[in-house]
Structures are given as structure tokens and as C-alpha cells.
């Protein structure tokens, strides 16, 4: 059973002359697939992710002969696990109040670290390679720490999710890219209506696809609401939104089913980030969480 780093090279490894204790980062998508600092891990076997991620982030603790932190999120359980991990190997989970604190200092030491710009650039070469799986649960990683990180409405969160909802599309998961892709359009509207027509007409182009009439009923009318509300504001003028506006109306009309007038999200207070609706939420972690704790000596704890 064998599982690296890819591309494994000296990129995958922290500055050693990073501040200590820089914040890791980890993720388990839903179907197992597993990602560090931005790379995908290639796992054979059946071994378990917990085991792969802390043999990987040992690995960095070893290289900066210091202990490091992490923050694991675990789709498979929808769980954070915040973690310290050893050189020797051994690591523990921490609550939530012992983490590192937060901070713009903190944030811009990490993501000096391992820039986000250098894993969307993986991404895209994954996509360009055709690897579409890989590239979305990298996608999904990113925006995944991005968001717990600093935000839904972060620009750099939303572009995440953007990436992700493009991705989704390429593979043919129409609902998924639609919920993606509304999303960032809903954000958009709500905080900077001069960007959101490109964002509404992503998220137009994918519920077209969708078969589901229920869902194409709700999500439609959503975005007719937006569409109305960019027009009432003088700021529907590309003939091609135009021409998506008209198409969202006439498919749910032919369908029968009523249009209400539309409605605007308020705004809300500059400083105020909530968690997108469609994210699902992850439990808080827990001290003494065993899948995440190793002794000194000892290659893992049994699982739960």
C-alpha cells in the first residue's frame, strides 16, 4: 500500500523559516479522497485517510524539527478536527479554544505558506489534463478552507466556488454546479451588483440543464429574481443576459408555474460573513478525538 504527494517535490514543504505552528490544512471529500496543503493523495489499498493525513503532516513536522498544527475537515463525519502533531510522530486534537488565534497576521503567514494562487493553478492543470475528479476535490478543498477561514463573501472564497461550480458543470453534476454557482451569484447581489450578471448567467447556464422539475421550479425562480432585480437597476445590458432573463421566464411559464414578483435580499452589515446556506455544517472538534491521536511509538490509534 503505497500514497505520496503529488507532485512530489520541495513545493509540497513549508519555508523552514515559517513562523512555528503554521496552520496546516487537510480534507476528506465524502467519497474518501484526500487532500494536504493542496496536493491530492494517491492512496492504494484501503488505507484509511486519518492515517494517510497524519503520516503527511508528521512528515512536516519532521522536515522543521518543530510541532505543527493542523485543521482536518472530514467530509466522511462532517467534522473539523483541529490537531498538533509531533516530529516523533504522535499527534492529539485539540477543542476549538486551544486552536492558534485567529487573525489577519495569522492568515497571511499561512497562506504565504502554501498560496491559494498556486492551487488553483494545480487545479487548472489537473483540468487541463482532464484529471476532473481530481481537479474538483482540489476545487472543493480549497473552497472548503477559504471559507471556514475567512468567510463565505470572501473574494477569494467565492472564486473558489466559482472554480468548484465550473468544475461540477465539466463533469456533467448539473445541481451541483447550480447550487454552487447561485450561490456566489446570491453573495454577488448582496454585496457588489455591478459583478453579479456574470455570476447569475453562470448559474443560468447550469440550471438549464436540469431535469428535475421540482428543482427547476425553486432554483428558477431564484434566479428570475435576480435577473429582474439586475434590471430594475439598470444593470442588465449584454443582449446574451438579456436573452437568459427571457429563457429562465419562458421555461418555468411553459411549465405552469407562476412567477411572483421578484423579491431583493437585504444587505447586511459590513463584517458579517455568514456560511453559505448550502454548506453543510461541521461539528465542532472534540479533545481526545482518536482517529486524529497518536501515542509516541505507535503508528495509529484504532478507529472509533
Request: hydrophobic share 40%.
Amino acid at each position: 500500500m503505497t500514497y505520496s504527494l503529488t507532485p512530489r517535490d520541495e513545493g509540497n514543504l513549508p519555508a523552514l523559516s515559517a513562523p512555528p505552528l503554521i496552520r496546516l490544512d487537510a480534507y476528506v471529500a465524502e467519497d474518501g479522497s484526500t487532500v494536504v496543503n493542496g496536493h491530492l493523495l494517491e492512496m492504494g489499498g484501503t488505507r484509511p485517510p486519518n492515517e494517510a493525513i497524519l503520516d503527511a503532516i508528521a512528515m512536516f513536522a519532521r522536515t522543521l524539527r518543530a510541532p505543527v498544527a493542523a485543521t482536518v475537515i472530514d467530509r466522511t463525519v462532517q467534522q473539523v478536527a483541529r490537531l498538533r502533531v509531533y516530529p516523533d510522530g504522535s499527534s492529539r486534537t485539540i477543542a476549538d479554544e486551544e486552536d492558534l488565534p485567529p487573525g489577519r497576521e495569522r492568515t497571511a503567514a499561512e497562506e504565504e505558506a502554501f498560496p491559494p494562487l498556486a492551487r488553483v493553478e494545480r487545479i487548472i492543470q489537473h483540468a487541463q489534463r482532464e484529471e476532473l475528479h481530481a481537479a474538483f476535490v482540489l476545487a472543493s478543498a480549497l473552497r472548503e478552507h477559504l471559507t471556514l477561514r475567512r468567510g463565505a463573501e470572501d473574494e477569494l472564497s467565492l472564486e473558489a466556488r466559482a472554480i468548484e461550480a465550473y468544475l461540477a458543470y465539466q463533469r456533467g453534476d448539473y445541481m451541483l454546479s447550480t447550487v454552487l454557482a447561485l450561490t456566489v451569484a446570491r453573495i454577488r447581489c448582496r454585496t457588489d451588483l455591478n459583478r453579479a450578471a456574470p455570476e447569475v448567467a453562470r448559474a443560468t447556464a447550469a440550471w438549464q440543464r436540469l431535469i428535475d422539475e421540482g428543482q427547476v421550479a425553486t432554483r428558477g425562480q431564484e434566479l428570475l429574481h435576480m435577473w429582474e432585480h439586475l434590471s430594475s437597476e439598470g444593470l442588465l445590458l449584454e443582449p446574451s443576459h438579456q436573452a437568459m432573463a427571457q429563457a429562465v421566464r419562458g421555461r418555468l411559464e411553459r411549465r405552469g408555474r407562476s412567477v411572483p414578483a421578484p423579491a431583493t435580499a437585504p444587505a447586511l452589515p459590513a463584517g458579517q460573513n455568514p456560511i453559505a446556506p448550502e454548506d453543510q455544517p461541521l461539528s465542532p472538534t472534540r479533545r481526545g478525538l482518536r482517529r486524529f491521536t497518536r501515542r509516541p511509538g505507535r503508528p495509529t490509534e484504532p478507529s472509533p
